[in-house]
């Protein structure tokens, strides 16, 4: 949306008095026809390109730790990936906290894998990362520039910076604790103020952030940003250059370190982060990256002119792709089935099972059981199950703050004995690379010897072991879905199901 169109949308003269106030001179003396005329009078002063990189410095190094993070999260990874970059706001709001969640996922995963080419740059910037928080607990302006300055000299991404500073439980906040979406919304009038951000309303009431179209290309051209993440994920996935030793060849001429072991997916997500699309495409020299003869079938499949040079064929194969629409993502999840018959699976019962062909074998049967559960914790309770690795290890885990969550499931046909598992589940904790929270036993039900079982093994472990009947945890997730009625995504408070001993759910106060 161009400027001049969204200016007569800002919905209210807060907001526009907010956003005027960057540039509009004497915009406290104007009354809003006014400020409105001045606004697209003053539209060019909006996306000048030293006046934005002024403003983005502003924020990006602002003395509030709170702006400096999110500022770069609401610009960078949000607003510019979107379709003619405006979004609803609540949605604007969920996305931010859906990355930093994801950002803390990652943590859990080590980030120092030995087959990781820069393990030692990255072990080497963590370190450097951990010395400048243990000063006085706070990460200053003059050491996050120092720290920008040693990151992009070392090729450290920002998504990386953000990895190791929830290692370190810095990230997004002290305590990996999420922000809020008040938090958010002072962010939100800060990017307002510096003329980085507007607001519009449609008909119906929804409420939008939106990047005007000539302020977003001033944004791109400071920060170096050619295309949207969607579309590049797109343009990668072509058939012209969708080949692991394409991949691994551009990175090697642009001095990216990459492991040949690394999977296609991986190697695309290192691209993104680290290579801008022309010179993926193009290289450093005129002998790099894609052929001639190439470029020109890539732009007859496109429908686009194909003839000129290799600078043409560039700029018109990325322009393509940076205006794809994003693609609706509608595809029905199998374990939705699953999760409509969640007791079934905890109190294994096998004829239903088979009957209605939910499992072919026996053993099917606790595996279908662990699937639901991911589901449940995914889908109704809006917590994203991390990744496991290997065998040995609980069925799940979930992050929580700077620790995590590990449940195990129990299919039977009795209720379950937690003697029976308790050197399995002490191993589980034991071995767990981050500090346990909490550790669930999920089965059909449990044995009254069980509960005093439970409450040892918690004083024995140091870790909360809580026994959660498969009926209770799918009521909590329904009413946790009933309450939002499929309008927000808010992640479930999992502190309420951390309880020594039989889950209580007359103690889950969020529902």
Known sequence: MKLAKAVPNIPTQIELKRIASAYVIDYKNLDEAEIRAALIKTGPQYYYDSNVEKALHG?????????RVLSRILIKEVLLNQDNFLQPKKETE???IEYQQSIIDRSNIDLFQKHNPRCKDLELFHFLVETAWENDDLLSVDEQRLIEKVRERMKITETEFGIIEAKLARYPKAGNELHTRGDIEDARRALQAAGLLFSLRNDDGTDFDVIPDEVALSIRRVLGIEIKRHGYRELLSHKCVRSKAYYLDILGKCEIEADKRMTVEELQNVIIEQLQPTKFLGGLTPRDGVEMATFRKWCEDLKLPVSGTKSDYIERITSFYDNL?????DIADPRELLYQHYERFATRDLAF?????????????????EEATNYLFQHRLHHK????????HADGILSYQ???????NKSKESPVHLKDHIKQFQGYIQTSERPVAGFWVIGPDFTPESIAQAMQLTVESGTPVTLIRAA???????RWEKKSAGKTDDPFPLGYLIQPGILNTALVAAI
Do not use: T, Y
Request: proline content about 4%.
């Open 325 to 329: 629409f994003e693609k609706a993502e």
């Open 385 to 392: 199950p991390l990744k496991l690795i290997g065998s040995a």
């Open 94 to 96: 969920d996305e931010v």
């Open 472 to 478: 209770d945890l799918k009521d909590i997730a329904e």
């Open 353 to 369: 099972c088979r009957g209605q062909q939910l499992i072919d074998k026996d053993i099917d049967c606790e595996r279908k059981f």
């Open 402 to 408: 700077d620790k995590v969550i590990l449940w195990d």
């Open 59 to 67: 924020l990006f190094m602002h003395p509030d730790r709170n702006l």
